[in-house]
């Protein structure tokens, strides 16, 4: 662990010491403000007691000043910053007097933002979706604890990140930011990764809540979907993120549910995540989010951000009027201070100006993408050797220089600024960052003595031209995506379907890297050699990439999210509201003017990517849970015990390389449940050595395999008959057995 605990008598020396005072940061002096002898600081009670005693002390307006925020702050260049903020992307001011800390936020969905402004380096991770590729929730895990260990180390006590949004859309220009299409498999992902941040002392939170599925018309969309499919799809993955990690904050979005805005709907907020899921945080709204104060008080929201425009004077009115019940703003007061306690940040307080370790963080962002690249094609030319790659052209998207990273809040400042427009400062909204991070630099060092040359591959003619007298022609494809807008196809832009046609036509040993926000579709496929989905690979990502282009790395990961071949598959052939942005944007009006209001209906329900595909029957490009491997597995011996309800087989590995499987469970509700579809309800990634087999159990969650029943209004594991599939991907589940469920 590398927070401090700071030693009691610290505060002894400290105020003895008062001019060391000035350099303390503003949450250590305000926990030196703290009598020894405060109730709410025994550690021995929990932290919903220490929370009580400390909302005993509390006014009125104090209560009132820790449930909003203090403005827009850094969010808009030129706006008034508090004094005491870390000019992360939010602030509310802690109360002195009794010691409890400003909360200073900080975007941190893929690693710290806003690092530039106070020239502090963050680690760009891999993006959350190519973390979920990996299926692995250690890494998970690590990945959060790097986010929690840099905000640490840069002053912040809380982070804002967590996405959960399932992958309903894959054009939603926020896909890269969560993690894929199934419930189980996102909603364990971002749980430990939030758990991971928790685990450095800082407060972690999982947003959008709920059903922020697409960015166009956020702000004016009002999704329609079925009771049961909403539950087993988009809440069911927050119910298992929530559980798993118990966060601070869950952020509501800025969408309505059913004619209610997400920050102030009685049934998301109170019903099922408050009184159903347990949830113990506090509810922030996305920023700008909050509509109202009686109502979204009454029905859940705990603390507006990044404003007071309606927690501020106005809820205080409503308070004081009745209208707000005294009992529901302790309750938010409550919430706030008993995650403050159950995380530690008041106990731990975190100590800025200590340097982010750049080099530890590139070691961890290196392996989690290491983990996260999947071979999606491999005709016999992956691995590639040094001594018969005498020459390789590398193509494309500025892989001389960087990889490409995603945009919107979750943007992370690259070090020196954009490897491809080098400027100093924040990285502008919406503008394409490329991190230095070389392949060009690392597939040259791996083959130190073969030519290995670049060209830009703007023109596919030249590109073509240039590629043929190589051996090798890699070819790196982009995908830029951003969080406010949606792209409007799958399509590759800028021509570079035409670019990897041409190269592929011209040098038969093509392989294509790709690095983007989600999947997109591929016109080329059959002409090219090999294919590694590489998504936002970090800063690390060159390192990553080479390794495993060169075999030092056996791709190991799988897709969490199914690919298809064309918009025509996808539930929504067109994103709903897209023609009306188009049009917007046509008439030049600025994105903030409002959409008006539009209704969303997610007409596939709970039959999100694989699922829909398998419904419809319907063939996707790459299916869900698909990726090669350098060696091959094979599956045998699959045991169902009805009793213990779990599943026991086995996994070899038959080639002659070490690798991990990830070996994935499916199951197949009885008829009743009506679902023509199967559900992943367990995985394990199987490290394994070349023709080493191991024996794994899984246990069956019942909930994974339950149905919501809108008559109960609760979920209900059906009785009857169950099929399991267990294999390497959806697609692909060589092994099936009956599995009883009694009444
Ligand atoms: C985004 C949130 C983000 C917030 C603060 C909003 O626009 O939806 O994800 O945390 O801004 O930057």
Request: charged share 20%; proline share 7%; with cysteine.
């Amino acid at each position: 662990m590398t927070f401090q605990k700071l030693p009691r008598h610290a505060f002894v020396l400290f105020s003895a010491a008062a001019f060391l005072v000035a350099f303390l940061p503003a949450s250590a002096q305000q926990a030196q403000n703290l009598s020894q002898s405060t109730s709410w600081m025994n550690q021995a009670l929990s932290p919903d007691e220490r929370a009580d005693l400390l909302l005993q002390q509390l006014t009125l307006d104090e209560k009132i000043q820790l449930v909003h925020g203090t403005g827009w702050g850094v969010s808009f260049p030129g706006l008034p910053l508090p004094a005491r903020s870390n000019l992360g992307v939010g602030y509310t001011q802690g109360i002195d007097r009794l010691g409890i800390p400003d909360i200073n936020f900080a975007d941190s969905a893929v690693g710290v933002r806003h690092g530039a402004l106070q020239s502090r380096y963050s680690t760009l991770l891999p993006s959350t979706l190519g973390l979920a590729a990996s299926w692995d929730l250690q890494a998970a895990n690590l990945y959060g604890s790097v986010i929690g260990r840099e905000l640490r180390d840069q002053g912040f006590n809380m982070s804002i990140g967590g996405g959960v949004d399932l992958a309903r859309e894959p054009r939603n220009g926020r896909t890269w930011e969560y993690a894929g299409e199934d419930p189980v498999l996102a909603g364990s992902i971002v749980g430990n990764l939030a758990k991971g941040v928790q685990s450095q002392k800082v407060m972690g939170d999982i947003k959008h809540y709920a059903l922020n599925d697409q960015e166009t018309g956020r702000n004016a969309f009002n999704i329609l979907i079925d009771k049961r499919a909403m539950r087993e799809s988009d809440l069911l993955a927050f119910q298992i993120a929530i559980g798993i990690a118990n966060p601070a904050g869950v952020m509501c979005s800025y969408n309505k549910m059913y004619g209610d805005w997400a920050c102030e709907n009685d049934y998301l907020l109170n019903q099922v995540l408050k009184n159903e899921f347990g949830f113990k945080g506090w509810v922030l709204s996305d920023w700008g989010g909050t509509h109202s104060t009686v109502k979204a008080a009454k029905n859940g929201l705990d603390m507006e951000q990044p404003e007071d425009r309606y927690f501020g004077v106005l809820l205080k009115a409503a308070v004081e009027s009745g209208e707000v019940p005294q009992a529901r703003l302790d309750d938010m007061v409550h919430r706030i201070l008993r995650s403050m306690f159950a995380v530690g940040v008041i106990d731990y307080p975190p100590m800025p100006r200590r340097v982010v370790d750049p080099f530890r963080g590139l070691e961890d962002a290196q392996q989690i993408a290491e983990e996260s690249i999947v071979l999606l094609k491999n005709e016999a030319l992956l691995p590639l050797s040094p001594a018969r790659s005498k020459s390789i052209a590398v193509i494309g998207s500025h892989a001389d220089v960087g990889v490409l990273s995603g945009g919107g809040s979750a943007q992370v400042d690259p070090p020196g600024g954009n490897a491809i427009d080098p400027k100093p400062g924040s990285a502008a909204w919406q503008v394409p960052v490329y991190f230095p991070s070389s392949p060009l630099k690392y597939i040259r060092k791996k083959a130190p003595s073969a030519k290995v040359d670049y060209n830009d591959g703007k023109d596919p003619a030249a590109a073509a031209a240039f590629a043929k007298s190589y051996d090798i022609a890699i070819v790196f494809v982009n995908q830029y995506m951003s969080e406010g807008r949606d792209n409007e196809t799958l399509t590759l832009p800028d021509n570079q379907d035409a670019l990897v046609r041409a190269v592929a036509a011209a040098n038969p040993h093509t392989i294509v890297v790709l690095e983007t926000g989600s999947t997109i579709s591929m016109p080329w496929l059959a002409d090219v050699k090999a294919i590694l989905a590489a998504w936002y690979p970090g800063i690390g990502g060159a390192q990553a990439i080479s390794n495993i282009l060169f075999g030092d790395v056996n791709p190991s990961a799988k897709l969490p999210v199914s690919f298809a071949k064309a918009e025509a598959d996808l539930p929504h052939p067109r994103i709903p509201g897209m023609d009306l942005i188009l049009k917007a944007n046509s008439e030049h009006r600025p994105p903030w003017v409002p959409l008006p209001p539009l209704d969303v209906n997610y007409i596939e329900g709970a039959k999100v990517g694989y699922k829909w595909f398998e419904a419809e029957n319907k063939q996707p490009l790459f299916p869900f849970g698909f990726g090669l491997s350098y060696t091959t597995y094979g599956y045998s011996g699959l045991k169902v015990d009805d009793q213990q309800r779990q599943v026991t087989f086995s996994v070899k590995n038959t080639g002659s390389r070490s690798g991990a499987e990830i070996a994935q469970v499916y199951v197949q509700l009885p008829t009743a449940a009506g679902e023509s579809y199967k559900r992943l309800v367990a995985w394990e990634r199987i490290p394994l050595a070349a023709g080493e087999s191991k024996t794994v159990t899984l246990p069956l969650n019942p909930l994974y395999m339950s149905i919501f029943d809108e008559k109960k209004d609760a979920f209900s594991l059906l009785p009857g008959d169950y099929k399991i599939l267990v294999g390497p991907s959806s697609h692909e589940t060589p092994l099936t057995a009956p599995l009883h469920v009694h009444e």
